[in-house]
């Protein structure tokens, strides 16, 4: 990519938070994933997750999108040959990411799924999610998100482990 387009990319990104928002809209993905782990009390580990994925010939525009945000970071999946740009840390997450959707908010159905995950992380940002009955709360809602997605954990085994 050349320079003049790089810079008028990084213009376009730092000036414009709506153009963040806009290409969330289209590229961007709230999630939250579930992991069996015996050393939780629960026996199941919550991981929010935000990010944007995009080709590899994209990468620049990805670096400008962190560099706005300053938190997360960007790895490359071997799998799809894309990179992506990804926030875990729940501090960031309601710190950084939550606050600047609910100021821009996404204009698609992308919106329904943001609001359940944002949810989700106050819970866990207040540590509810070591409480069965809130855990319970949260698998529900998580389900909710993302009905095209796949998931590795159904959720009924989720539930079963939460019955014991």
Known sequence: MGNTLALA??????????YVTGFTDGEG??????????????GI???PSFSITLNKRDLNLLKEINDFFKV?????SKKDQCYKYEVRNIKDLMKV????????????????????????CELIYNNKHKSINDLKEIIEMAYEMNPS??????????????AR
């Open 149 to 162: 997605g796949k998931r590795k954990i159904d959720k009924e085994k989720l539930l079963k482990q939460l």
């Open 97 to 120: 990411i939550i606050p600047h959707y609910e100021k821009y908010q996404l204009q698609s159905a992308k919106e329904n799924d943001f609001a359940k995950f944002s949810k989700i």
């Open 29 to 42: 993905c709230f999630n939250i994933s579930f992991n069996f782990r015996t050393k939780f009390k629960t």
């Open 9 to 18: 990319i990084k213009e376009v990104v730092m000036k414009n938070p709506w």
């Open 72 to 76: 997360g970071g960007i790895r490359f």
């Open 45 to 47: 580990e919550v991981r």
